[in-house]
């Protein structure tokens, strides 16, 4: 239990919230479960009363929310960063696909809580997930990499990557590969490439299974060629 804290003096309410959501990130890091956050629990490690503690947030799920997002601003900024060190769209959405992916695997208990429970509606996490996967989508759309409307494209793209590290996380004991980013890499390139193609391709354009396979090695062996070249 931490040490009992003096009375708050005018302006110290910001530090004392800041505390609050420190101590509940270091509980969701200890337990690896989001069921030991009470407010009584957040309240002892930080020294202070729990009504002291529904000052700032009314409820458990209210400060649930509010801690989970906090490392949803360091989502942004490594998205931000590694999508900004290439200059070819279609790669740089790549990037952002894989740091999210790995972001996900690294916060598994803030993932669960934001993006695999059920909500009554758009979370705040879910929307700025989302957000920055369209705007890397709307990038290819304007370099015409992919074709379509943006932001359905972009639901399609999540979607694999969502299933992909829900499934890492949820299934823990599955015979996954022993390196994870292994599967992920696998994901990433179909969904990417997948919605390249198809993007182009009527829905009834589909041709029979062969003459697919014949036009595929036709031009993956271009890429591959004028890859060595």
Same mark, same amino acid.
């Given at each position: 239990m931490g040490a009992k804290r003096t009375k708050a003096r005018p302006g110290e309410g910001e530090k004392l919230r800041d505390e609050i959501l420190r101590a509940a990130e270091a509980l969701l890091g200890e337990t690896g479960t989001d069921q030991a956050l009470t407010l009584r629990a957040v309240a002892q490690r930080t020294g202070v009363s729990t009504p002291s503690v529904y000052l700032h947030f009314p409820n458990r799920e209210a400060l649930l929310e509010a801690v989970c997002l906090r490392v949803w601003d360091e989502l942004a900024h490594r998205m931000r960063d590694r999508a900004g060190e290439v200059d070819d769209p279609m790669r740089s959405l790549s990037r952002c696909a894989r740091v999210y992916a790995r972001f996900a695997l690294d916060h598994p208990v803030?993932?669960?809580?934001?993006? /695999?429970?059920? *909500?009554?509606? *758009?979370?705040?996490? =879910?929307? +700025? @997930?989302?957000?920055?996967? =369209?705007? =890397? !989508? +709307?990038? @290819?759309?304007?370099?015409? !990499?992919?074709?379509?409307?943006?932001?359905?494209?972009? /639901?399609?793209?999540? *979607?694999? /990557?969502?299933? @992909?590290? *829900?499934?890492?996380? =949820?299934?823990?004991?599955?015979d996954w590969p022993e390196q994870p980013e292994a599967l992920i890499d696998t994901v990433i390139r179909m969904a990417g490439l997948g919605t390249a193609l198809a993007s182009r391709v009527p829905r009834d354009a589909i041709p029979p299974s062969a003459e697919l396979a014949a036009g595929l090695d036709e031009l993956a062996g271009k890429w591959t060629a004028s890859r060595k070249a």
């Open positions: 803030q993932y669960r809580v934001l993006l /695999m429970r059920p *909500s009554g509606g *758009s979370s705040p996490g =879910a929307v +700025a @997930c989302f957000r920055h996967l =369209a705007d =890397a !989508t +709307a990038a @290819c759309v304007r370099a015409g !990499t992919l074709r379509g409307e943006p932001e359905i494209l972009a /639901m399609g793209l999540w *979607s694999a /990557m969502h299933g @992909c590290v *829900s499934l890492l996380i =949820a299934q823990p004991g599955f």
